[in-house]
């Protein structure tokens, strides 16, 4: 139907994430019609990420050096990691500039359903953090889901025996959120979780 | 927030049609934990159908060869027309299997709204068409909106005076659909097309 370049690049397209076949088409014909210097950054900017970008051989964090800024920087509490599942978290965490400590990036969470265990996360990673450097606080941010609180909970269960305080990341009404539209698990958690004013 | 190469591919996605930040990120963080070959393909077909793709100078189809395949095909009926808006809408009509005339795609349609007149669309080339070969029919298959409306009376009445007959594709009840839940318009339009049995 289209001419080949065309369909590869449709194809290419329908490969990533939450793009069907016609967003697909709707992409390709755009980057087609794109001026070549805006396509080509696009493709450059692709290869430049894939070629520069790399796991922290500390945190596991995806950066373009290694160890990344925030495992360099000598400012940050050294004594607190947070537990993310994905580099997007960590950033939500960095844009509000209230946690200073380290970060350790699993790469996932455990789910059997997906025949994701242990093994196929950083938690290894973490392991040898907690025993090789004075990690007094592992803060567990896990996604609020069965599988973010699962592993949440593996993490300090294995922790836990090393003498490290593992911690959770409080679960409430979103600030701004209407108490009659939030579900009754997270009422429940935020009861369970009042503190003294 | 993240390193450089990771920020510029997420603002090159971010400025395709339709992909919103958080989006453009999923899909960079996809990319980048890609295998790289996987990633290099992306990119190569980004490249390749920029620099192969180009305007057909006889149907302003986007193809990688000039004429396109179907107007160097001279088993086609070379007699008619159809107008369309974009090689999308061209490639559901091939699909079909159905219509064996020529193509000619607008790349848009008539609106002022966007500052989209005549001189922005394939008009033109169209134009020329009609008075260099011998054109019959001009069947105006351009989407069912105000705006498509607009562009086929507009070519309708440029290509009249030519002594060409021009034509518009039926609108009616989808095929499956049910009449309960079929709009107004279309329901007048299809008790009006009506055609004997």
Redesign the interface.
Known sequence: ??????T??I???A?????GNK?A??????????P?E????????????????QYCSICCN????DP??ICQNSKRDLHTIMVVE???DM?AY??TREYHGLYHVL?GVLSPMNSVGPNELKIAELLKRIQETSIEEVITATNPTVEGEATAMYISRLLKPLGVKVTRIAHGIPVGGDLEFVDEVTLTRALEGRVEL
Do not use: W
């Not at 139907?1 to 065309?6: G, H, L, Q, T």
């Not at 490969?15 to 793009?19: A, E, M, Q, S």
């Open positions: 139907m289209y001419s080949e370049p065309v590869q690049l194809e290419a397209f490969k990533l994430p939450g793009i967003s088409q709707r992409l390709a014909f755009h980057v087609i019609q794109l070549k805006r396509a080509e950054t696009l493709a450059n900017a692709i290869l430049q990420a894939v070629h520069t970008v995806l950066a373009d050096n990344c800024t994905d580099p997007r950033a960095e844009r790469h």
